[in-house]
């Protein structure tokens, strides 16, 4: 059974970089969008961008500047990077696949870390 | 960037009950939309795909329909685990990828 399972620091100062992993367990890698989402305190879904084991990046332009996804196929996992972050930045923020053919839709989520930003 | 608008904001229904739920886009997305369920604490669910198929387990409660700029998912009859917040999603016009902001069902 396909599992996503993803880690990385929950508190930052306003100005550093978050940085949040997502491992892939079992299935396959290729076939998919792997992709970042976050959520505030709250609030909705906000969509941050999304990466193929290929390496094709896909981000959402309000956050273009500052956001970066890479993908490691050997280890199948997808790291987000989010630069000078804000209180604005603090999030519940989620790894999901999407399927690039079949649902077209995230069919898998990460449980979500809470990142805060202090100030 | 498509603009998804969901109504009503809140739905206060009791158990048995049917739900209708209503997505408009901005602009024409086919039938390029999802719907997510979203229970307090937890990552949402996806339930329906491509406006109108059901994802793996979704019970047949669930349904959803439209194409265009209109889309409604309908839940039959409420069972006390559908009380959540829903939202819709488009990946048509991508990126961005946009949700909308979501209905909250709660029980009356």
């Known amino acids: 059974q396909v599992q996503l399972q993803q880690w990385g620091a929950g508190l930052l100062r306003s100005s550093e970089t978050l940085s949040l992993t997502c491992d892939v367990y079992g299935g396959s890698f290729s076939g998919y969008y792997w992709t970042w989402i976050r959520q505030p305190p709250g609030k909705g879904l906000e969509w941050m961008g999304e990466i193929t084991h290929r390496g094709r990046t896909t981000y959402n332009p309000s956050l273009k500047s500052r956001v970066t996804i890479s993908v490691d196929t050997s280890k199948t996992q997808f790291t987000l990077r989010l630069s000078s972050v804000t209180a604005a930045d603090t999030a519940v923020y989620y790894c999901?696949?999407?399927?690039?053919?079949?649902?077209?839709?995230?069919?898998?989520w990460g449980q979500g870390t809470l990142v805060i930003v202090s100030s | 960037e498509i603009v998804l608008t969901q109504f009503p904001v809140t739905l206060s229904l009791s158990p048995g009950e049917r739900a209708t739920l209503s997505c408009r886009a901005s602009q024409n997305i086919s039938s390029y939309l999802a719907w997510y369920q979203q229970k307090p604490g937890q990552a949402p669910r996806l339930l329906i795909y491509?406006?109108?198929n059901r994802a793996t387990d979704i019970p047949a409660r669930f349904s959803g329909s439209g194409s265009g700029t209109d889309f409604t998912l309908t839940i039959s009859s409420l069972q006390p685990e559908d009380f959540a917040v829903y939202y819709c999603q488009q990946r048509t016009n991508w990126p961005p990828v946009t949700f909308g902001q979501g209905t909250r069902v709660e029980i009356k």
């Open positions: 491509d406006a109108s």
């Open positions: 999901a696949r999407t399927a690039t053919v079949t649902t077209r839709a995230a069919d898998l």
